[in-house]
């Protein structure tokens, strides 16, 4: 089952991935996506592992940003694959029929070839400037949300992702968007667990 509400981690100074996974957890978050940049293969595959247990503990959904391998070692419940990763149909032959998969998405076109790659969900941004992803493509606004779901031939959960702060969740779910994720609204809060639960009210 895709959730409305999706929250990734990110690399932070002051904060460690399973110190997010654990306050996110803890304050009712049930579907979070661990997003680690830039470390090596043996420091992901351990953050993985700690997070995997803190999600199993609170019966949270874990999915693996980017790393199939990873996704598939610790046995999360799927991974996500952004527009420079390897493909959905690569991902499905080694993660098996039941693994979730989702994608990344910043046109109509872009959600039709993975709809026919066959993704479970899509993440559709950016829809502000966001500083958590490097090369970023074009910025969407409400706009372009109501759009491309309304164009769309089949049904498939559109997440809005990129830059998303409390007050957009409304507009952004009136344009007929399935769900939102969050990332820095929640990790560079310095009240996280009350933007949470500001957050979940809405869902």
């Known amino acids: 089952m895709i959730h409305r509400f999706q929250y990734l981690t990110q690399d932070l100074p002051s904060f460690s991935h399973p110190e997010l996974a654990e306050m996110a957890c803890k304050n009712g978050i049930k579907w979070l996506q661990l997003r680690v940049k830039e470390v090596p293969f043996d420091e992901y595959l351990y953050i993985a592992q700690t997070v995997k247990h803190i999600c199993d503990r609170f019966q949270t959904t874990l999915i693996i940003n980017d790393n199939v391998e990873i996704c598939k070692l610790v046995n999360a419940a799927g991974v996500h694959l952004g527009k420079t990763d390897m493909s959905i149909a690569q991902a499905r032959k080694i993660l098996g029929e039941t693994k979730i998969i989702g994608g990344t998405a910043n046109t109509l076109e872009d959600i039709m070839f993975l709809h026919v790659q066959g993704a479970h969900y899509v993440g559709l941004g950016p829809y502000k400037f966001t500083t958590t992803k490097k090369n970023l493509s074009s910025v969407l606004g409400l706009d372009a949300y109501s ?41 560079l809060s310095t009240e996280k667990e009350k933007t949470i639960a500001n957050f979940l009210e809405l869902f």
């Open 147 to 187: 759009k491309t779901v309304q164009a769309l031939p089949f049904p498939i959960p559109i997440i809005a992702i990129g830059g998303i702060q409390l007050e957009d969740v409304k507009p952004l779910i009136n344009t007929g968007v399935f769900g939102v994720a969050v990332s820095s609204a929640i990790n």
